[in-house]
C-alpha cells in the first residue's frame, strides 16, 4: 500500500493524511454505504412478513454474529489496541472475519482508529461529532459527520504514522489485498445458500436482501453509532480526555462496544463492560479464546486499575 512520507514539521493537533482517495475509490465507498442502507429502508416495509424466512435471518444472525466479533475482537481489540496476543492461524481467521464486515482492510480500519484516539474530539480526530461547535445546528452537523459523513470525505489517514505494524506484516497484507473476496464472500454466499437450500431463485434473491444487504446496512449502523452516540450521550464513570460514553442500549448489538467510556479510559483493556451488568460479548468470546489456548497475555482490566481511574474523574 502507497502512502505520503510523514511531514518532519507538523503544526501540533493536526492529522496527517496519507493523501486523497481516487475517484474509483470515493464511488465505491459511498456505493457501499449508501445502496445497502436504501435496500433495508426499502425490504422491510415491502417485504417484511412475507418475503423473509427463517432461513433469512438465520443466515443474516449467523454473518452478523461472525463479522462483528471480527471488527469487535478482531480489528479493534487485537489489531488496534494489542489486548492480547493470538496464534498465526487465529491472527488471520480474525482479519478476515473483520472483512466480512464491509468496513475496509483491517490495515486501514486500524490506521482511522488509532488516530481517533490520538486525536479524540479534539481537530485530527477522523470522527468526532464535537468538531463544528456546540449549537442545535452544529451538534447536528457532527452526528452525521461521526456517523458516517466523515466516509464520504476523500482524506486518507497516513499509513505508515498510524499503522506500520500491520503494513509491514506479509499475512495482512495477503488478507488486505483479498478484501473484495471477502466482501464477495459476505454479500453472495447468503444468496448462493439461499438458493441451494430452497432450489429457488426466490430464495437467491431473499438471501441476498436480506442476510447480504440488508444485513450488512444493519451492521454498519450499529458500529457507526459507536463513533457518534457514544461520543454524545451516556455515563461516564471513568475519567478519559474526551466525551466518550457508555451507552447500554448498543451493548448487545454492539458485542460490547458502547461501553465506549470504559474504553477511552483504558484503551488496551480487553474488557469493556466491566461494571455489574455490562454485558462483553467480545470479552466473553477473548475468554474462550484464552481458555482454548488461541490467546495469551490478555490484558483484563484489574480492581486496582479501575479503582485509580476511578479516583481520577
Not at 486525536?119 to 442545535?136: I, M, Q, V
Not at 497484507?173 to 439461499?194: E, K, N
Not at 471513568?238 to 462496544?257: C, K, V
Request: with cysteine; charged share 15%; glycine share 8%.
Amino acid at each position: 500500500m502507497t502512502t505520503t512520507s510523514p511531514s518532519p514539521v507538523r503544526p501540533p493537533g493536526k492529522p496527517m493524511f496519507a493523501g486523497r482517495s481516487t475517484l474509483a475509490e470515493t464511488l465505491t465507498i459511498r456505493t457501499f454505504l449508501v445502496v445497502p442502507f436504501l435496500v433495508l429502508l426499502a425490504a422491510v416495509p415491502l417485504m417484511w412478513g412475507w418475503g423473509v424466512s427463517w432461513l433469512d435471518l438465520t443466515m443474516a444472525a449467523t454473518l452478523y454474529v461472525v463479522s462483528c466479533l471480527g471488527i469487535t475482537v478482531g480489528y479493534h481489540r487485537y489489531f488496534t489496541h494489542a489486548a492480547f496476543k493470538a496464534r498465526r492461524p487465529l491472527r488471520i481467521a480474525l482479519a478476515i472475519a473483520g472483512g466480512l464486515a464491509m468496513q475496509g482492510p483491517v490495515t486501514i480500519w486500524v490506521a482511522d482508529h488509532r488516530r481517533h484516539h490520538a486525536f479524540a474530539d479534539r481537530e485530527g480526530d477522523p470522527h468526532s461529532p464535537w468538531l463544528f461547535g456546540t449549537s442545535p445546528v452544529a451538534v447536528a452537523r457532527g452526528f452525521w459527520h461521526a456517523h458516517m459523513g466523515w466516509l464520504l470525505e476523500r482524506d486518507k489517514t497516513n499509513i505508515e504514522r498510524f499503522a506500520p505494524d500491520l503494513a509491514a506484516d506479509r499475512d495482512i497484507r495477503a488478507v488486505d489485498r483479498l478484501f473484495p473476496l471477502w466482501a464477495a464472500v459476505s454479500l453472495l454466499s447468503p444468496a448462493l445458500l439461499g438458493g441451494l437450500i430452497t432450489m429457488s431463485w426466490w430464495g437467491v434473491l431473499t438471501g441476498f436482501l436480506w442476510a447480504g444487504l440488508a444485513r450488512m446496512a444493519f451492521q454498519h449502523h450499529v458500529t457507526w453509532s459507536v463513533n457518534s452516540i457514544c461520543h454524545m450521550i451516556g455515563d461516564r464513570p471513568f475519567a478519559s480526555r474526551d466525551r466518550s460514553a457508555n451507552f447500554w442500549p448498543l451493548a448487545i448489538l454492539s458485542m460490547g462496544e458502547s461501553w465506549h467510556n470504559t474504553h477511552h479510559a483504558d484503551p488496551t483493556s480487553a474488557r469493556h463492560g466491566v461494571l455489574r451488568g455490562q454485558i462483553d460479548i467480545s470479552a466473553r468470546t477473548i475468554w474462550l479464546f484464552e481458555k482454548l489456548g488461541w490467546v495469551w497475555n490478555v490484558r483484563w482490566p484489574t480492581p486496582q486499575r479501575l479503582a485509580k481511574l476511578a479516583r481520577q474523574h
